[in-house]
């Protein structure tokens, strides 16, 4: 069988009768959309962060859309971000109407970088988001700094990055508002569709619950400024409410996948050869994504399809190649870091409940793919 980077059945088998549980809480409980466990779920994962709003919603690309919106940003507005990210991140700016502005990445990390940020800000630029990729934090003092200095807005993309933190501070509670999926492959993960904002506002909150629900006051059928529906599931918010009190353990089996990772593999690492993730000082990494980094990635790969491992690349393409977003007029060249990144990287298989002798096998496999180079 071909081993892939991802699999959730193994988590499924070990957690099955909870999950099945959860399933039959909500069937029984009488309210179908947005009842006890949408509910119980914002509180628990607002308190898991240290902040009292949290409003669930109905995957990650809306919690950028809403979250966005609540923060005042609108059409015309300019919004920095990252071209080395999934593409939703850009997609949700460009659905409120935003042009999407990029910044480069650092060589060592991935992440923004900070230091091209100021330039990058204009007299229509309204919002920062910093993307929090592969699982550890961008620098979050540099990019409140820019913002301060010029008034403007930070959404976190967390989608990345549950319990990831930065200096002693939890990814999404740094910016004014922090935007979750819980996508099944997701460091917190649902079995479908979910995602979040949290915040510390009550104000954004209010905003984000109108977002969410056409536009409307829950309790009251009128629109003042149209919306969305944009709801967390009821099963799926359950789901969380389960999966949430092993997020610490989940995040611990992912820290001991890499582990195991950089203890087979760092005498192969080289400027040259294969690079391993590096974790940023200050910096406490959640492994949502295992990136190493070869020059002669395309090869590697194809050699180990040979040996029934089929790895992905997160991303092939970075955001403003891509046609849909080639207007924006953002030419090749313009950020090298992000365009060499993309054809050098690939993932291992990463997840908590990966088996050993699976992460044994990929090892092995890439040892003697790398040394018939
Ligand atoms: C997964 C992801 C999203 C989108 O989340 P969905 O729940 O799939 O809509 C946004 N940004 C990043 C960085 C992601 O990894």
């Not at 029984?28 to 902040?51: D, I």
């Not at 203890?263 to 993730?277: I, K, M, Q, T």
């Not at 030419?331 to 044994?360: K, N």
């Amino acid at each position: 069988m071909t081993t892939r980077v991802w699999d959730y059945l193994p988590e499924y088998r070990n957690e099955r009768e909870d999950l099945l549980d959860a399933v039959e809480t909500v069937f029984g409980s009488g309210q179908l959309v947005l009842g006890a466990s949408v509910r119980g779920f914002e509180a628990e994962f607002a308190a898991w962060h240290g902040l009292d709003h949290c409003v669930g919603v109905d995957n990650g690309t809306n919690a950028i859309v809403l979250g966005l919106e609540a923060l005042g940003v609108g059409p015309g507005d300019e919004v920095v971000t990252v071209s080395n990210t999934a593409a939703p991140t850009v997609v949700a700016i460009d659905a409120v109407g935003a042009v999407p502005v990029f910044v480069d990445v650092r060589e060592d990390d991935y992440l923004m970088d900070t230091d091209l940020l100021e330039a990058a800000v204009t007299d229509r630029t309204r919002a920062i988001v910093p993307v929090h990729l592969y699982g550890q934090c961008v620098d979050m003092d540099a990019v409140l700094r820019v913002a301060r200095d010029h008034g403007l807005a930070v959404l976190e993309d967390c989608a990345q990055a549950h319990g990831a933190r930065h200096r002693g501070r939890t990814a999404g509670t740094m910016g004014d508002a922090g935007a979750f999926s819980f996508y099944p492959t997701k460091v917190l993960g649902a079995y479908g569709d979910g995602g979040a904002v949290v915040t510390r506002d009550p104000d954004t909150d209010r905003a984000l619950r109108r977002l969410r629900y056409y536009g409307m006051e829950e309790t009251y059928y009128v629109v003042d400024t149209p919306g969305h529906n944009s709801r967390l599931d009821e099963v799926q918010a359950e789901i969380l409410r389960r999966k949430l009190t092993r997020l610490d353990a989940y995040i611990e089996g992912r820290r001991s996948v890499a582990r195991r990772y950089e203890e087979a593999l760092s005498d192969l690492a080289a400027p040259d050869g294969l690079v391993l993730p590096r974790t940023t000082p200050g910096n406490e990494h959640v492994h949502y994504l295992y990136v190493v980094r070869h020059p002669r990635r395309d090869l590697v790969l194809k050699e180990l399809l040979r040996h029934d491992i089929a790895l992905n690349i997160s991303y092939p393409w970075p955001v403003h190649t891509m046609k849909g977003f080639r207007h924006l007029g953002v030419g090749e060249g313009a950020l090298p870091v992000t365009e060499r990144l993309a054809g050098e990287i690939f993932s291992l298989p990463m997840y908590p409940s990966l088996p050993p002798d699976l992460q044994d096998r990929v090892i092995e496999a890439l040892r003697e793919v790398l040394a018939g180079l």
